[in-house]
């Protein structure tokens, strides 16, 4: 059984699981939606995101120097309960975290975070290339917001490609750990030092 792409991002969609869990499922099932839906179901990977609404008030902050004391993060990650807080899992998570944060230098955790004028500054650029481009009238919306979408891909830290593995986004991981843990879990901040430069998050 071949397994695409397609296939692994129409289970995603269905479940919100992670892309490693998705492709793991339709190996399982030799490629049957309807089956690698249920076996996502059993591991409760489907439902990790329905976790979200509740209280995430314990966690941790970690702290992580880089390249010779020249880039600095802290990071907080929330979760519910002090037993996952103190976990080999989410504390694995939250130092990756902080690595992925010092080599990628996010704008935010995610779309609602961005500045709306840097939004719209960027967006006015791509509808402007796209002109002048000379592309027909009616598909420079979808340019446009094809680049406006690359961009957040770039600059928002939830959106981002894992810097140890491209094929899953920050994202991708965080669904992972809260399946793992049964617990919702949320980046709540962080902030990016570099020396001789004003680079906050």
């Given at each position: ?71 600095g993060v802290m990071v907080e990650v929330n979760c519910e309960t002090d037993f996952t807080a103190k976990s080999e899992p989410f504390s694995d998570f939250v130092k990756n975290l902080a690595m992925h944060i010092a080599a990628t230098n ?96």
């Open positions: 059984m071949q397994l695409t792409s397609a296939m692994v991002k129409d289970l995603r969609e269905k479940t919100n699981a992670g892309i490693m869990d998705c492709k793991a499922a339709l190996q399982e099932t030799q490629g049957d939606m309807e089956k690698a839906v249920d076996y996502l179901r059993q591991k409760g990977l489907a439902v990790a995101r329905k976790r979200a609404g509740r209280v995430a008030s314990e966690g941790l902050v970690h702290s992580y120097i880089h390249a010779g004391g020249k880039i996010p704008l935010a955790i995610d779309r609602e975070d961005l500045a709306p004028e840097l939004v719209e500054r960027e967006q006015s650029v791509y509808r402007a290339q796209a002109l002048d481009s000379g592309k027909p009238e009616k598909i420079i919306d979808k340019i446009t917001e094809g680049k406006l979408n690359k961009f957040y891909q770039e600059v928002c830290l939830l959106e981002q490609s894992y810097v140890r593995d491209t094929d899953v986004t920050i994202d991708d991981l965080l669904n992972e750990l809260r399946a793992k843990t049964g617990e919702n879990i949320l980046v709540r901040r962080f902030t990016r030092y570099q020396l001789g430069e004003d680079t906050t998050g």
